[in-house]
């Protein structure tokens, strides 16, 4: 089963709007990636944040790690058309080599 | 290189025939992922390999499928008489030494695998 789930599956907003997408996890991790996909194929990193990391900024994205829920939360916010892309969690297994294990990721679609 | 390449980047092929997936990682990456994807899916896990540990295949649907990882480098996904439910984007990935905790992934661009 995978250790990360993403909520909602799917989400759709306007350009300008703020987008934020949820994910859970199951056991202990080192760190929290997220990664956007276009197109199905590879997949790009965003951000990444340590297990002893609350919060997390890189440029339009703010990212949270709450390890006593085992949850975080990425936020986009400005959104544009060019932020249409399905959106993954990935954590990276503190039991299990930092084996990084995927979420079913987020379809996110921002209409212009 | 300057990523990870796959190859082929596309592969069409006949029920029952054997198909060989290449993965040629960043240099110096030591850990090295594969995943299958299908439409509209999410990232299924298929194979962890982690520098010279025994690589974690916990993930391999079936017997049919088996990888290698030469040299600690290139990386092959061997899918055996293929199935039409095999038919999925085989994503790799590679990362810097499996011990060091806060590294990110990189990814090819996928092989398309069609089972007709």
């Known amino acids: 089963s995978q250790q990360g789930e993403e909520d909602p599956q799917a989400l759709s907003i306007q350009e300008g709007e703020n987008a934020t997408m949820n994910c859970s996890y199951k056991?202990?991790?080192?760190?929290l990636q997220w990664y956007r996909q276009n197109s199905g194929r590879g997949l790009v990193h965003l951000i990444l944040?340590?297990?002893?990391?609350r919060e997390k900024h890189s440029g339009r994205l703010r990212v949270t790690l709450d390890t006593s829920k085992k949850s975080s939360s990425l936020l986009i916010t400005a959104s544009r058309a060019a932020d249409t892309a399905s959106y993954f969690c990935?954590?990276?297994?503190?039991?299990?080599?930092?084996?990084?294990?995927f979420g079913g990721g987020t379809r996110l679609m921002v209409k212009p | 290189g300057a990523g990870v390449s796959q190859s082929p980047s596309n592969k069409v092929t006949e029920k029952g025939k054997d198909v060989e997936l290449r993965c040629d990682p960043i240099?110096?990456?030591?850990?090295l992922y594969w995943y299958r994807q299908s439409l509209g899916q999410g990232l299924e896990f298929l194979i962890y390999?982690?520098?010279?540990?025994?690589?974690?295949k916990s993930g391999l649907p079936s017997d049919r499928f088996s990888a290698e990882r030469t040299g600690g480098s290139v990386s092959t996904l061997t899918i055996q008489r293929t199935q039409q439910e095999d038919s999925a984007v085989y994503l790799c990935?590679?990362?810097?030494?499996?011990?060091?905790?806060?590294?990110?992934?990189?990814f090819g661009q996928g092989t398309r695998l069609t089972v007709v």
């Open positions: 990935a590679s990362s810097l030494a499996w011990d060091r905790a806060n590294t990110e992934a990189f």
């Open positions: 056991t202990s991790i080192n760190n």
């Open positions: 944040i340590r297990s002893n990391e």
């Open positions: 990935a954590t990276a297994l503190k039991n299990a080599g930092n084996m990084l294990t």
């Open positions: 240099s110096g990456h030591t850990a």
């Open positions: 390999f982690q520098g010279n540990s025994a690589p974690d």
